[in-house]
Every structure is written in C-alpha cells, then in structure tokens.
C-alpha cells in the first residue's frame, strides 16, 4: 500500500513537471527571438543613440524621447521636427551628397509615399521587428500589422482617428451652420476663412483629397474654386491657424492639423470641432502615426530598438496619450481621447493614409496648383 501511494507520489510530480516545463519548439522560439533581442539592444548600446525626425509639439516630443530614456537609459534620442515636404527635400539634399544622418522617420502616409518611397530612401520595416508583443497580430485590430505602401514592407501605420475637416469659433459660429459641406460658402463667411495650404503634404492636403474624392471631379472643381474664393487667409502654420481661431481672427479653418488640436486644447484656447459633414462624413487619417525606416542608416540597430519600443504597449500609451490618436494595439485604451477623435459605429468614413487615396489625380493637382501655388 505504501509503495502504491508512493509510486502516485512520484507520478504526480513529475506530471506536475512536464506540465510546467515548457514545450522544446516554444523553448527554442523564446530562445531565438530572445537571443536576437539581446544582440540587436547590446550592439544598439554601442551606437550610444538614434537618429529620430518626428512631428512638432512638445507633448509628443517629451513622451518619445523620456519615454524611450526610461525603457533604455544607454541609447540617446537624437529629435528634431518638421513639415514633411520641407524634411524630404533636406534629406534628398544630403542623399545626393553622400550623407546619411537620419535613422527613421515617424510622419504621415502621405511624406512616405510621395517624398521618400520614390528616391528609394526606405527600408522593409518588418525585418527589424523582434519582440512578440509586437510580431504578434492578436495584439493588433483586424489581427494585421497595417502598411500604407502597395508592397506592405515600408510605412507602417499604428495609430488612426478620425480627421477634423473644420474647426471654427464658438463665437462667430454655431455647428448647425458649418456641419455641411456646402454651408462653408454661404456669402457671410466671405474673408471669414482660413485654409490649411492644400499644396504640401499634411493635414491641408488630405482634407482636400477628401473633398476631392467625395464631391467627385466636376464639382469638387467647383466647390474648389468657390471655396478659394471665400478666403481670407491660405496659410501652412498649423498652430498658428488654429489660434487665430480661438482668438476670432477669422471664424472657420478647413483642414486644421490634427496633432495641433489637442495639444492646444490642453493650453486653454476654447473652438469647436467639427468631426463630419452630415451629407458626407468625413475621413480617417493616421496623421504624423507611420514608421519610416531609412536605409543606410547610420545607428541600424538603435532603430530597431526604438521601432519595437515604440509599437510595444508601453510606446503606444506614450504615443496615443501625447499626440491625440488611437493605437491600432487593442490592449492601448483610448478612453482619455475625446469622442470627436474616435470612429462611432455606423459613421461614414474614407481612409486617406493609402498609397492608392493619397495621391492626387493630374487634374486635381492642376487645379490646386491653379489656386494655391506659389
């Protein structure tokens, strides 16, 4: 009886045992992905820092560089900013001269596939992911990572919301007479509107690919003109647009930037916001939430440990909290964004940040050359 019980005994164990004991495939998965890590962050170590273009605002700012400076103290962010046009045609510059100094980029759809795609500056993206949380696609919506290029390797894209078309004062405008498409040019606005320059890639851009899609050819030419007609101001200070408006300077902005709006929210100006036309909705962005891995680089594997640092959840939370927009991790919250931000069911909604939506038609961009050029 003794020897039965403690035959049991024994048998319990090491049931216990194995059930504990990983299995070898998943063992030798951790160890590969595990080992690859340690060597991408020691030799990241060695470069001492990470080259990083991203958008304005200080609140995105701080978060990516503190927030990375928490998770990896030895590796240095170096951060500038600026308009993607105006980056693209620096780093084009130093290209053709022989000198790469930048490691990634994190800007809009539009600076990737317009700008940098077509002087083959871009690297596969997907190479430099290493860490589970982020390979893993029941981490993220629709269970895919999303890329805006056709080739789905070079732009990334891990944040969307929803676009504000128009922002407006509180005290010159109430929403019943902005929220369709063509009371924008009812005759009192005249000189009363500020437009977002549609020109250069940004948030002026995409709202007018928008229009352009909605209203089709013949009446958004239309619509165009008349609009243009109805401005008081064209202009490409994003931040500036918008505190005209909170200061009543002029009463409606079409195309305001995005990233601008909640950062000055949180400073106190006081404007509306529009988040659809009720005839024709609106559209989603992914604003300045794309990757952008430059080849060449000069710090590969700082880079790669930034990339996974920021897709992580933990560089998601940093990203969506400071810059306004939702993580297409399903474990980010987005609960401290403001409803305007965030798609609601049933809403009518066309996606700008694609390779096949952002580019212009040839006649689109005559005419807006027409209007708006230089």
Same mark, same amino acid.
């Given at each position: ?55 304005? @605002? ?23 900013? @600026? ?36 002087? @083959?500056? =871009? ?11 982020? #390979? ?19 732009? !990334? ?57 909605? !209203? ?22 994003? %931040? %500036? ?26 400073r106190g100006l006081n404007f509306g916001v529009l988040e659809e036309f009720k005839d024709y909705g609106s559209l989603k962005t992914a604003g300045p939430s794309s990757l952008m891995l430059f080849n060449k680089a000069p710090h590969p594997n700082a880079a790669a440990v930034f990339i996974n640092w920021l897709l992580s959840k933990n560089g998601q939370i940093a990203w969506s909290e400071a810059a306004g927009y939702v993580s297409r991790r399903t474990d980010v919250p987005a609960?401290? !964004? ?8 049933? @809403? ?12 212009? #038609?040839?006649?689109?961009?005559? !005419? =807006?050359?027409? =209007?708006?050029?230089?």
């Amino acid at each position: 009886m003794m020897k039965t019980a403690l035959r049991r005994r024994q048998f319990l164990i090491l049931a216990a045992l194995a059930l504990a004991a990983p299995l070898p495939g998943f063992a030798q998965e951790k160890a590969a992905w595990q080992a690859r890590w340690d060597k991408v962050v020691a030799e990241a170590k060695k470069e001492g820092k990470v080259v990083v273009e991203g958008p304005p @605002g200080e609140f995105i700012r701080n978060a990516v560089v503190q927030g990375f400076k928490k998770a990896f103290p030895e590796i240095a962010v170096e951060y500038s900013s @600026g308009r993607g046009s105006e980056l693209a045609a620096k780093i084009k510059a130093e290209r053709d001269g022989g000198l790469y100094t930048l490691d990634l980029i994190v800007q809009g759809t539009s600076t990737a596939l317009l700008y940098f795609k077509p002087i @083959g500056a =871009l690297e596969p993206i997907k190479p430099s992911l290493i860490l589970p949380e982020v #390979t893993d696609t029941k981490y993220w919506s629709d269970n895919r990572l999303e890329f805006a290029d056709k080739e789905e390797k070079l732009n !990334l894209v891990f944040a969307t919301i929803v676009k504000t078309p128009v922002v407006y004062d509180l005290k010159q405008v109430g929403r019943q007479e902005v929220d369709e498409l063509h009371e924008l040019l009812n005759p009192k606005w005249k000189d009363k509107v500020v437009i977002n320059d549609p020109i250069p890639s940004g948030s002026g851009n995409v709202t007018f690919r928008f229009l352009w899609e909605a !209203l089709g050819a013949e009446k958004a030419t239309d619509y165009f003109k008349k609009l243009r007609a109805q401005a008081g101001a064209v202009d490409r200070d994003e %931040r %500036r647009q918008i505190e005209w408006i909170a200061k009543g300077k002029y009463a409606i902005l079409v195309g305001p930037g995005d990233r601008i709006i909640p950062e000055l929210m949180k400073r106190g100006l006081n404007f509306g916001v529009l988040e659809e036309f009720k005839d024709y909705g609106s559209l989603k962005t992914a604003g300045p939430s794309s990757l952008m891995l430059f080849n060449k680089a000069p710090h590969p594997n700082a880079a790669a440990v930034f990339i996974n640092w920021l897709l992580s959840k933990n560089g998601q939370i940093a990203w969506s909290e400071a810059a306004g927009y939702v993580s297409r991790r399903t474990d980010v919250p987005a609960d401290h !964004l403001p409803s305007y931000a965030q798609p609601r069911p049933g @809403g009518k909604y066309w996606v700008s940040y694609l390779e096949n939506t952002i580019q212009r #038609t040839p006649e689109e961009e005559k !005419l =807006l050359n027409e =209007l708006f050029g230089r």
